[in-house]
């Protein structure tokens, strides 16, 4: 998903602004294991029963660097790292499932640079505010990486699949907003966030090894975030905060700009996002856990056009923690 890290944290007891000319470094974590199958929002549950399933096991570290250069505008560089494994089950000639097969990729993701903008100032405002922010994305992670994957007769060095690559292979553009509204004299917070990662390019080169047409070459998809939620101080824990947020994720089945051609799996996870989070002196630790509602796999350009509807592996939640530091 796209990186949004730099962003304040909203939620926790003392501002949530950075003063002029100081930094806020900022580590996070992110782990998910994928395995249930959807086909729109049905699930095919007998792909568990046959031991069938696709199993993607990742784990994303992102760290950020923010300077603030002004009472109301920010600068964030995030570099991502992941580590991830895909195990598929291996098939005789029959089609019987046998045995698994696994592949890896880890490295550097795609690093992003992003300013934000306070639109109320800060220093008048410390009980609601809003900020934009709009940046880059650099196709800095490697977007076909390769592993060598067991066979029935031996191993082949193939790309490993689209899900687990670290970059996708093209410049984007990043829209970013926070707001947020402290109620009944901080007893409660309104918070919402969102980001839009935007790839206009079409198609990054990285060959699938899938037959179908339209599906040969990996598509360079536009990847979305957002969330709407309410946290409130904990009276008896001084800077301890519990937060739930409705939280949406995924990838669309066209891209706002540019084409949309190429593999992709477009589809949206619906959560309901419980969380913690923990101030004291300018270090905050916030951990949440997206639990999924609703999965739903849609149709992509090439699915349409080959009148099928492909399958996708969703996780049941989702672990998120985050580490930031002010000075």
């Known amino acids: 998903m796209a990186a949004r890290q730099g962003a304040p944290v909203v939620g926790a007891q003392g501002s949530v602004y950075v003063d002029p000319h100081h930094w806020q470094l900022t580590m996070s974590y992110r782990w998910q294991n994928s395995d249930r199958h959807f086909r729109g929002v049905h699930e095919e549950a007998n792909r568990q029963a046959e031991e069938s399933e696709v ?62 903008w306070w639109l109320l100032k800060t220093t008048t405002h410390p009980d609601h505010n809003a900020s934009l922010g709009w940046g880059v994305k650099f196709p800095t992670g490697d977007y076909d990486a390769t592993d060598n994957v067991r066979r029935l007769n031996g191993t082949e060095q193939v790309v490993v699949d689209q899900s687990i690559q670290p970059g996708d292979g093209g ?43 339209g599906e040969e070459i990996m598509s360079v998809a536009d990847q ?43 589809g949206y996870a619906i959560s309901i996002e419980p969380g913690l989070i923990f101030g004291i002196g300018k270090n905050t630790f ?9 999965r739903n796999r849609q149709r992509s350009v090439s699915d349409q056009a080959n009148g099928v509807h492909g399958d996708a592996a969703f996780a049941d939640y989702v672990i998120l923690v985050s580490y930031s530091r002010s000075f």
């Open 55 to 116: 199993i993607n096991d990742l784990h994303l570290w992102d760290f950020a660097a923010t300077y603030q250069v002004t009472e109301r505008f920010s600068v964030s560089l995030s570099v991502p790292v992941q580590y991830a494994n895909r195990s598929s089950p291996l098939r005789d000639a029959n089609g019987d499932v046998v045995d698994r097969s696994s592949v890896q990729a880890s490295g550097i993701g795609d690093i992003s640079l992003v300013g934000r």
């Open 171 to 213: 410049y984007g553009a990043i829209l970013d907003l926070v707001a947020f509204k402290r109620l009944f004299e901080g007893k409660l917070t309104a918070f919402a966030t969102g980001t839009y990662l935007m790839n206009p390019e079409n198609k990054n080169g990285a060959r699938t090894g899938r037959s179908r047409a």
């Open 224 to 266: 979305y975030v957002g969330k709407v939620g309410l946290a409130a101080p904990v009276t008896y824990l001084k800077g301890l905060a519990l937060s739930l947020a409705a939280r949406i994720e995924g990838v669309p089945v066209h891209d706002a700009i540019g084409g949309s051609d190429g593999f992709r799996r477009p």
């Open 286 to 294: 916030a951990i949440s856990a997206p639990v999924a509602l609703q």
